[in-house]
């Protein structure tokens, strides 16, 4: 069907052009910017236990739904106030970067192992593993992957790990076909010709002659499905069926907070704020890698 | 006289600075005259045609002492004004037939659409005028054409389409840019004959723009040579190509390649070394100068004048009219 | 392809119902002894070999029976059926109100391009593409529901009712699609076919909206028809939030409870309309690009 024939923008020079990349980078304005904030959570994430000044499990009967701090009623301890349970929201909010970034990275990365390796193999072999390879890729983009992803969940019980190896093993679809027709586009290069005809193996082939001249597309899909995971988990977590308390994943925060949210907004702003921005550094930085790979003059 | 240019300026913006691409055209065409511009890629030819059709994008600045049609001032109209005039009384065919049609209509409605754009008539009187005019172009089978697709057509074929899209309204100018280049030798030369027949029929202006001087041979009626921007010689076609009296323009003759080996003791095709120069600044030099084997000191210091050659053709050149004669005839004395 | 793909589908939700989980217990109950179960199993005929009860699972499905749910003991096709014109109708709102913000605003960012309004469609497609649909949700609800009442936020009775769950759902969508049709228009713009049209007098409005846009909007009806896939798929989240009693809250419901013949038939389902959506989408292509309408001549 016409989602597997996107033919993505390969750059004519490609590791030529590595010295230059990171200097062009350092001037690229949404690069930047993107990167600093992804750092930064990234950053957050790690010393979590260092930043967080409240243990984000802690619960308190007396300090319940006390507001951020600038609302009148705040409590000094509590910059951003507390959840219904008491628990110190900034603490649980830093924490929760954790979550977010521990799905994200976690996820992608499996998916990438699957679908790269789906797509070079039915890029490099045409025939019957192509067809083969295409129909597992037109039949999983043909289910939802959030039905599927509760469904799985739902069976198998849910929690962090659960959550991570799901997503891991659905969201491999764009990698394999941006990798299959990248590949279908390199194997008519030259230097793919002159490996086999020296009789390299094929996983050398396709591991070190291929694979690293379509990293470009492949970098701005791996942001795209990261974000994709991140925003799944806390869409699973939001239903009950992702991570589950009292882990502080935001979007799990997000539920909880349902039934305080009409007094107490700052419950649903903060973590679908921290999402957002997630989110958004991570689409920005796909954009800004899609710009900076663009082949031909740059 | 239908047309009448003078003193045209177009400026383009180039990273930062500003490209002069004509810089400083006369042009004149007569009712049931054709007139050829002829010139190498980047001599401005298409920038002029594209400014007196008010096509230039949207960046670029157009300025002209004289611009008229009749007796209607093309450069004081406003945009909707000018597009009410395209089509109708002035029209334009370009050089790659294969993608000037829209895919996705039938070549009929988009016949129709550009009739019924500038009359008011209906959709029936449309159709039977498309008709009309898809027969004058030689098209057989006009009515079952009509509901055909662009992709369906060779790009002979195509090429008749867009010159009948451009004839439907009977227009007064039409502006040919290099429109058989794409085609093959017969059907180059089929083209030409559909565009005289319709000239002739018409009593309509042509300007054709070329670089084939074999073209210029066949259709037009004067010739003005452009380089880098400006008018370098213009005159009768039988002047031009038969006395050609700037440098530029004996240089361009002279390359062309004749069968049976040119001047006695040729042994390679003739060229005129370089690349036609892009202008950013004003300037006085003579835009031939890089180029030009009968460069001397003046040429750099000021704008060449423009003289009338023996044979009645203008040419801005330092050189005296009637040097190519008086050359000749020195060697003719001294060998 | 499709027909194969179809057939894979099926055997996956028939894992996932048969296999991945016991039915025996969903339908007993989990605190049936080992007794109960091993009746439950012979009544239900459960402990025949798996191909057969394949093969019977595609029969019953070929007749409309797409099984029975534990919970509510009613047939599955029934539950989903009475539901299916709610989650319909919010699907449909969702994509006409991206559709409606895509189609001008990608026209108009293609038209004037790197000005104001090319900024604003590019925050706009960014933003929404970063935003959990799930938060908009929620704070809509806050905003536009309780702080200034100006519309209903739970159930379905009412026109009105849709509006803040279609705009949740279509903010999604929205971003792809326009992107699509400004990238679309601004080749489109640039052809030869446009300049054709220019230099022969169309008038701007006439060439951008009848002439450049038909070519622009063919790549798009591929993706609107996926986009509404998602959407019967995202609609689980949104329905949820807003207590509409569609297809996707029952999903989650069923969900919650381990209800499988309710969960499988509704993955089922969903999957076959998103795979008869990208063949109408492809049918659609067909019929509005003559190119692709076959060899003649």
Same mark, same amino acid.
């Given at each position: 069907?016409?989602?597997?024939?996107?033919?993505?923008? &390969?750059?004519?020079?490609?590791?030529?052009?590595?010295?230059?990349?990171?200097?062009?980078?350092?001037?690229?304005?949404?690069?930047?910017?993107?990167?600093?904030?992804?750092?930064?959570?990234?950053?957050?994430?790690?010393?979590?236990?260092?930043?967080?000044?409240?243990?984000?499990?802690?619960?308190?009967?007396?300090?319940?739904?006390?507001?951020?701090?600038?609302?009148?009623?705040?409590?000094?301890?509590?910059?951003?106030?507390?959840?219904?349970?008491?628990?110190?929201?900034?603490?649980?909010?830093?924490?929760?970067?954790?979550?977010?970034?521990?799905?994200?990275?976690?996820?992608?990365?499996?998916?990438?192992?699957?679908?790269?390796?789906?797509?070079?193999?039915?890029?490099?072999?045409?025939?019957?593993?192509?067809?083969?390879?295409?129909?597992?890729?037109?039949?999983?983009?043909?289910?939802?992957?959030?039905?599927?992803? &509760?469904?799985?969940?739902?069976?198998?019980?849910?929690?962090?790990?659960?959550?991570?190896?799901?997503?891991?093993? &659905?969201?491999? $679809?764009?990698?394999?076909?941006?990798?299959?027709?990248?590949?279908?586009?390199?194997?008519?290069? $030259?230097?793919?010709?002159?490996?086999?005809?020296?009789?390299?193996?094929?996983?050398?082939?396709?591991?070190?002659?291929? &694979?690293?001249?379509?990293?470009?597309?492949?970098?701005?899909?791996?942001?795209?499905?990261?974000?994709?995971?991140?925003?799944?988990?806390?869409?699973?977590?939001?239903?009950?069926?992702?991570?589950?308390?009292?882990?502080?994943?935001?979007?799990?925060?997000?539920?909880?907070?349902?039934?305080?949210?009409?007094?107490?907004?700052?419950?649903?702003?903060?973590?679908?704020?921290?999402?957002?921005?997630?989110?958004?550094?991570?689409?920005?930085?796909? $954009?800004?890698?899609?710009?900076?790979?663009?082949?031909?003059?740059? | 006289?239908?047309?009448?240019?003078?003193?045209?300026?177009?400026?383009?913006?180039?990273?930062?600075?500003?490209?002069?691409?004509?810089?400083?055209? /006369?042009?004149?065409?007569?009712?049931?005259?054709?007139?050829?511009?002829?010139?190498?890629?980047?001599?401005?030819?298409?920038?002029?045609?594209?400014?007196?059709?008010?096509?230039?994008?949207?960046?670029?600045?157009?300025?002209?002492?004289?611009?008229?049609?009749?007796?209607? /001032?093309?450069?004081?109209?406003?945009?909707?004004?000018?597009?009410?005039?395209?089509?109708?009384?002035?029209?334009?065919?370009?050089?790659?037939?294969?993608?000037?049609?829209?895919?996705?209509?039938?070549?009929?409605?988009?016949?129709?659409?550009?009739?019924?754009?500038?009359?008011?008539?209906?959709?029936?009187?449309?159709?039977?005028?498309?008709?009309?005019?898809?027969?004058?172009?030689?098209?057989?089978?006009?009515?079952?054409?009509?509901?055909?697709?662009?992709?369906?057509?060779?790009?002979?074929?195509?090429?008749?389409?867009?010159?009948?899209?451009?004839?439907?309204?009977?227009?007064?100018?039409?502006?040919? /840019?290099?429109?058989?280049?794409?085609?093959?030798?017969?059907?180059?030369?089929?083209?030409?004959?559909?565009?005289?027949?319709?000239?002739?029929?018409?009593?309509?202006?042509?300007?054709?723009?070329?670089?084939?001087?074999?073209?210029?041979?066949?259709?037009?009626?004067?010739?003005?040579?452009?380089?880098?921007?400006?008018?370098?010689?213009?005159?009768?076609?039988?002047?031009?190509?038969?006395?050609?009296?700037?440098?530029?323009?004996?240089?361009?003759?002279?390359?062309?390649?004749?069968?049976?080996?040119?001047?006695?003791?040729?042994?390679?095709? @003739?060229?005129?070394?370089?690349?036609?120069? @892009?202008?950013?600044?004003?300037?006085?030099?003579?835009?031939?100068?890089?180029?030009?084997?009968?460069?001397?000191?003046?040429?750099?210091?000021?704008?060449?004048?423009?003289?009338?050659?023996?044979?009645?053709?203008?040419?801005?050149?330092?050189?005296?009219?009637?040097?190519?004669?008086?050359?000749?005839?020195?060697?003719?004395?001294?060998? | 392809?499709?027909?194969?793909?179809?057939?894979?589908?099926?055997?996956?939700?028939?894992?996932?119902?048969?296999?991945?989980?016991?039915?025996?217990?969903?339908?007993?109950?989990?605190?049936?002894?080992?007794?109960?179960?091993?009746?439950?199993?012979?009544?239900?005929?459960?402990?025949?070999?798996?191909?057969?009860?394949?093969?019977?699972?595609?029969?019953?499905?070929?007749?409309?029976?797409?099984?029975?749910?534990?919970?509510?003991?009613?047939?599955?096709?029934?539950?989903?059926?009475?539901?299916?014109?709610?989650?319909?109708?919010?699907?449909?709102?969702?994509?006409?109100?991206?559709?409606?913000?895509?189609?001008?605003?990608?026209?108009?960012?293609?038209?004037?391009?790197?000005?104001?309004?090319?900024?604003? %469609?590019?925050?706009?497609?960014?933003?929404?593409?970063?935003?959990?649909?799930?938060?908009?949700?929620?704070?809509?609800?806050?905003?536009?529901?309780?702080?200034?009442?100006?519309?209903?936020?739970?159930?379905?009775?009412?026109?009105?009712?849709?509006?803040?769950?279609?705009?949740?759902?279509?903010?999604?969508?929205?971003?792809?699609?326009?992107?699509?049709?400004?990238?679309?228009?601004?080749?489109?713009?640039? %052809?030869?076919?446009?300049?054709?049209?220019?230099?022969?007098?169309?008038?701007?409005?006439?060439?951008?909206?009848?002439?450049?846009?038909?070519?622009?909007?063919?790549?798009?009806?591929?993706?609107?028809?996926?986009?509404?896939?998602?959407?019967?798929?995202?609609?689980?989240?949104?329905?949820?939030?807003?207590?509409?009693?569609?297809?996707?809250?029952?999903?989650?419901?069923?969900?919650?409870?381990?209800?499988?013949?309710?969960?499988?038939?509704?993955?089922?389902?969903?999957?076959?309309?998103?795979?008869?959506?990208?063949?109408?989408?492809?049918?659609?292509?067909?019929?509005?690009?003559?190119?692709?309408?076959?060899?003649?001549?």
């Amino acid at each position: 069907m016409t989602a597997l024939s996107a033919a993505p923008a &390969l750059p004519e020079e490609e590791l030529v052009r590595r010295p230059g990349f990171w200097a062009k980078a350092r001037r690229h304005r949404t690069f930047v910017f993107s990167g600093i904030i992804l750092l930064a959570i990234l950053l957050i994430a790690v010393f979590a236990p260092l930043l967080a000044p409240h243990d984000p499990f802690m619960q308190s009967i007396a300090l319940r739904l006390k507001p951020p701090f600038w609302h009148d009623k705040t409590v000094a301890e509590h910059l951003l106030g507390t959840d219904q349970l008491g628990r110190d929201y900034l603490s649980r909010l830093i924490y929760g970067a954790r979550i977010s970034m521990a799905i994200g990275i976690g996820a992608t990365l499996m998916s990438a192992l699957i679908g790269i390796t789906l797509g070079l193999l039915a890029g490099y072999y045409s025939g019957w593993i192509d067809t083969a390879i295409s129909t597992v890729i037109t039949t999983r983009l043909s289910m939802p992957i959030i039905l599927i992803a &509760l469904a799985v969940v739902a069976i198998v019980g849910p929690s962090l790990t659960v959550v991570i190896v799901v997503l891991g093993l &659905l969201l491999w $679809d764009q990698f394999a076909v941006v990798t299959r027709v990248a590949t279908q586009q390199v194997c008519t290069r $030259d230097y793919v010709t002159s490996a086999r005809v020296l009789g390299c193996s094929v996983g050398h082939i396709l591991f070190r002659e291929i &694979l690293p001249n379509i990293r470009a597309p492949l970098m701005v899909v791996a942001t795209v499905e990261m974000a994709h995971a991140v925003l799944l988990e806390a869409a699973l977590s939001f239903l009950g069926l992702g991570v589950q308390a009292p882990l502080p994943s935001w979007g799990l925060m997000l539920s909880e907070a349902k039934t305080a949210m009409f007094f107490s907004p700052w419950l649903i702003v903060l973590p679908g704020a921290c999402l957002f921005i997630l989110a958004l550094a991570i689409n920005l930085m796909g $954009d800004a890698m899609r710009d900076l790979t663009a082949g031909g003059r740059g | 006289m239908l047309l009448d240019v003078h003193d045209l300026h177009v400026t383009l913006p180039d990273q930062g600075r500003k490209l002069r691409a004509v810089r400083g055209v /006369d042009l004149s065409v007569a009712a049931g005259e054709t007139l050829c511009l002829v010139g190498e890629s980047g001599c401005g030819k298409s920038m002029t045609a594209l400014a007196l059709m008010g096509l230039l994008p949207r960046r670029a600045e157009r300025r002209a002492a004289r611009l008229r049609l009749g007796l209607t /001032d093309l450069g004081g109209l406003s945009d909707s004004a000018m597009s009410a005039l395209r089509g109708r009384r002035m029209s334009m065919i370009f050089q790659e037939p294969m993608t000037a049609l829209n895919p996705v209509f039938p070549i009929g409605d988009q016949l129709c659409s550009v009739y019924r754009r500038h009359t008011r008539a209906n959709g029936a009187a449309a159709r039977a005028r498309a008709i009309e005019v898809l027969e004058s172009v030689g098209l057989t089978n006009a009515a079952l054409r009509m509901r055909q697709y662009p992709h369906q057509l060779s790009g002979g074929l195509r090429q008749r389409v867009l010159i009948a899209m451009a004839l439907i309204c009977e227009p007064e100018l039409m502006i040919c /840019d290099e429109p058989t280049t794409a085609l093959d030798v017969t059907t180059q030369a089929q083209i030409l004959h559909i565009l005289k027949e319709a000239q002739a029929a018409r009593n309509m202006g042509m300007i054709f723009i070329t670089h084939d001087l074999g073209v210029v041979a066949r259709i037009a009626d004067r010739v003005a040579v452009m380089y880098a921007g400006r008018v370098v010689e213009e005159g009768t076609r039988e002047a031009v190509l038969r006395h050609p009296a700037h440098p530029y323009t004996r240089g361009l003759i002279a390359s062309v390649p004749k069968p049976g080996g040119g001047e006695p003791g040729q042994t390679r095709l @003739a060229s005129i070394a370089g690349n036609v120069p @892009a202008f950013h600044q004003e300037d006085a030099r003579c835009p031939f100068l890089s180029r030009c084997l009968q460069r001397m000191d003046v040429c750099a210091e000021t704008p060449p004048p423009v003289r009338q050659a023996p044979a009645g053709q203008s040419f801005a050149c330092h050189l005296l009219p009637g040097w190519v004669e008086s050359r000749a005839a020195g060697v003719e004395k001294r060998a | 392809m499709a027909a194969v793909v179809m057939v894979i589908v099926s055997v996956i939700c028939f894992v996932l119902s048969n296999v991945a989980s016991d039915p025996a217990v969903g339908i007993a109950g989990a605190q049936a002894t080992d007794a109960d179960l091993a009746v439950v199993r012979q009544t239900y005929g459960l402990d025949r070999p798996l191909p057969v009860r394949y093969a019977e699972y595609i029969g019953n499905l070929l007749q409309g029976d797409f099984g029975t749910s534990y919970l509510a003991k009613r047939p599955v096709l029934e539950m989903i059926l009475e539901r299916l014109p709610v989650t319909a109708l919010l699907a449909f709102l969702s994509m006409a109100l991206a559709l409606a913000i895509a189609l001008p605003l990608g026209c108009a960012a293609a038209l004037w391009p790197n000005t104001l309004v090319d900024r604003l %469609s590019q925050v706009l497609a960014v933003t929404g593409q970063a935003i959990p649909n799930f938060w908009a949700g929620l704070l809509l609800i806050v905003v536009f529901g309780v702080q200034l009442r100006w519309l209903p936020i739970s159930g379905s009775d009412t026109l009105a009712h849709f509006v803040l769950p279609a705009i949740t759902l279509g903010t999604f969508a929205m971003p792809p699609l326009m992107r699509l049709i400004r990238a679309g228009m601004i080749e489109v713009l640039a %052809s030869d076919y446009i300049r054709t049209a220019r230099a022969m007098g169309i008038r701007p409005f006439a060439l951008t909206f009848k002439y450049a846009l038909k070519n622009a909007v063919l790549p798009v009806i591929s993706l609107a028809a996926v986009q509404l896939g998602f959407m019967l798929g995202g609609s689980i989240v949104v329905e949820s939030i807003f207590a509409l009693n569609g297809v996707g809250y029952l999903a989650w419901q069923s969900m919650s409870r381990s209800d499988m013949p309710v969960i499988q038939a509704i993955v089922l389902l969903i999957s076959m309309i998103y795979i008869v959506l990208t063949l109408a989408a492809d049918l659609l292509n067909g019929i509005m690009d003559p190119r692709l309408r076959g060899a003649r001549k």
